[in-house]
């Protein structure tokens, strides 16, 4: 009677350790998933990462650089953003807005100054000093629709943005949020 209950008592031992296996794994399994599920739904509605293509916004922001972008309520002068309205290109545009909705832009070609309401606009992040006109363009000055953003690339001559009659002003419904930090390359974080 004592062998077996020894060997009864073995037998539950090694039975708890496969159960208390068992539940190891499930916790561990439900960790992850619940990690995931939260990830998500942080890409899906807090926050995105998004890859920079082309050179429309050297020397702020290059080929191949990510960055995090947040939706805002509002979008100011100044705010580079993510735009996945359907355009020429068929792929997002990352610009800086340079005028809101009521607004007017004019752009003087000889001086290349770009005027907001009457306002020369002060913009040293922009690529060149000067700025070609291309036949595409819209005429100025141009009273920005409501509802939508006049944007620019700070690589002025080398950016197809509002200013074309192929892109135009954009949709604010269409912006995916505003460019907040820059993660990659690692440690250029502006």
């Known amino acids: 009677a004592q062998v077996e209950a020894e060997v009864k008592t073995e037998v539950e031992a090694v039975i708890d350790k496969k159960k208390q296996l068992h539940l190891n794994i499930y916790d561990f399994a439900s960790i992850i998933m619940a990690a995931f599920i939260i990830i998500t739904v942080i890409f899906t509605f807090v926050f995105r990462l998004v890859g920079v293509k082309g050179q429309s916004m050297e020397s702020t922001l290059f080929e191949n650089d990510w960055l995090i ?21 068929n792929e997002p545009l990352i610009k800086r807005v ?5 607004q007017t832009v004019d752009i ?34 141009y009273t920005v629709p409501e509802g939508h953003l006049f944007c620019m690339g700070d690589n002025r001559n080398g950016s197809t943005d509002s200013r074309s009659n192929l892109i135009g002003p954009l949709d604010e419904r269409y912006v995916l949020g505003k460019a907040v930090i820059r993660i990659l390359p690692f440690g250029d974080f502006d």
């Not at 100044?78 to 359907?86: A, C, L, N, Q, R």
């Not at 001086?111 to 306002?119: A, K, N």
């Not at 006109?133 to 000055?141: E, G």
Request: glycine letters at 4%; a negative charge; zero cysteines.
């Open 98 to 102: 340079i005028a809101t909705e009521g």
């Open 108 to 141: 003087d070609y000889a001086s290349s100054t770009v005027y907001v309401d009457g306002v020369a606009l002060q913009e040293p992040y922009i690529n060149e000093s000067f700025i070609l006109q291309n036949n595409d363009d819209i005429p100025f000055p």
């Open 69 to 89: 972008t947040m939706p805002q309520e509002e979008y100011v002068y100044g705010d580079i953003v993510v735009i996945t309205e359907p355009n020429y290109f």
